[in-house]
């Protein structure tokens, strides 16, 4: 196998620190970067901080490991203040991504972008990778800004669009679904979930390894990486509650008129993923298989915390 040089980007966010981890024994060179200090801090890769939006230190960054392949996860992915924020959003999920197209083709990378459901109106579930693009909200349209200049880039590239994942790493720049309705279980507290939101929730350890197949394949063209059971945030937290044993009288159904989001959320997404299943060997697990996983990553987070104290 022909030794890679891998640079992830965003390196400290879920999707990030999730390859990071499976990366660690990779025969490969593994580069990560994020902005700010690593948060990962594990062996197995070398770390600089780098901020997509500047496109100098980009530029010198990647002259100096000259990536062979690049993962570029970064993003601005809060929703809602990518709709209050529209600048900021330009500045991470366009400029940034044009920033690293540009640095990737000045070395004649191989680019793999990690783009989302967000991109289509929600009006059609189970998706395949060559529906209509309609994003209902503006970190939909900068992430499908950002794959336009990755199809205009003229290096190999690969899209690599999933949904709603949920997991858990380290250190966490942001929470998902899954931890949320579960620690608010623990703590008693009541919550309000939609039940007209349709989803494929994905298992991050999914995710990452879909990423490293298309890797490890060099595929390209657009690939739909996700779970495979359709589901809404209602029966995913009714999932939860009965997973970890928490008390499910606490869980109200509600719906997308009522429960208002400062970014429109699609009704329906979800994505059909024969397409990575057949080319790139992709198996995800099981929504019951996914809590499972996560479970075990929690009590092996627990006591690697107990063990460090
Ligand atoms: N999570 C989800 O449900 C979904 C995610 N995706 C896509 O997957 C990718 C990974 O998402 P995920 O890991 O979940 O998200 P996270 O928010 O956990 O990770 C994104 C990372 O990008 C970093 N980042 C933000 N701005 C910059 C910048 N200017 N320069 C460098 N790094 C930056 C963040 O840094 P910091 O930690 O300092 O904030 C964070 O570590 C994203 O591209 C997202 O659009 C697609 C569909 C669903
Ligand atoms: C917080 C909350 C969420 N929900 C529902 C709404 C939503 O559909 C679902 C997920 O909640 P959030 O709004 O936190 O997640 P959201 O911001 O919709 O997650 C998105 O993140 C970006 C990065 C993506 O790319 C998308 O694929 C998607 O995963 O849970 C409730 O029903 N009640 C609540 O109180």
């Known amino acids: ?20 981890e499976l990366l660690a024994d990779s025969s490969h060179e593994i580069i990560g970067c ?8 594990a062996k197995g ?3 600089y901080s ?32 990518c709709e209050e924020h529209p600048k900021l959003a330009d500045q991470v999920n366009i400029l940034g991504t ?5 640095a990737a083709k000045n070395i004649k990378a191989h680019l793999l972008y990690v783009s989302t459901d967000f991109i289509f109106s929600g009006d059609k579930g189970m998706l395949t990778e060559d529906e209509k693009p309609m994003p209902p909200n503006y970190y939909g349209e900068t992430k499908l800004k950002g794959e336009v200049t990755v199809q205009q880039s003229n290096i ?3 899209i690599l669009r999933t949904v709603l994942v949920y997991g858990v790493v380290k250190d966490m720049s942001r929470s998902n679904i899954i931890l949320w309705v579960k620690n608010n279980l623990e703590q008693g507290n009541p919550i309000k979930v939609v039940n007209d939101q349709w989803r494929t929730p994905t298992y991050v350890k999914d995710l990452a390894k879909g990423c490293l197949l298309a ?8 690939y739909h990486l996700s779970g495979k059971d359709y589901m809404t945030p209602y029966q995913m937290a009714l999932a939860t509650a009965d997973y970890f044993k928490l008390d499910k009288t606490l869980i109200t159904p509600t719906n997308a008129q009522e429960f208002k989001e400062i970014g429109k959320r699609p009704l329906k997404t979800g994505f059909n993923i024969q397409k990575a ?33």
């Open 215 to 222: 890797l490890e394949k060099e595929a390209t063209g657009i």
């Open 34 to 41: 994020g902005k700010g200090p690593d948060r990962f801090q």
């Open 98 to 102: 044009q920033n690293i197209c540009q």
């Open 277 to 309: 299943m057949r080319e790139l060997s992709y198996a995800p697990l099981s929504f019951q298989e996914g809590l499972q996983a996560m479970m075990e990553d929690i009590t092996r987070f627990e006591q690697h915390s107990e063990k460090t104290i």
């Open 50 to 81: 780098l901020d997509i939006s500047k496109t100098e230190d980009v530029n010198r960054l990647f002259q100096k490991v000259r990536p062979t392949h690049v993962l570029h996860t970064a993003a601005l992915t809060q929703v809602d203040i």
């Open 45 to 47: 890769y070398t770390y």
């Open 1 to 20: 196998m022909n030794k890679k040089t891998i640079l992830i980007t965003g390196s400290n966010g879920l999707l990030g620190q999730t390859l990071l």
């Open 156 to 158: 190999p590239w690969t």
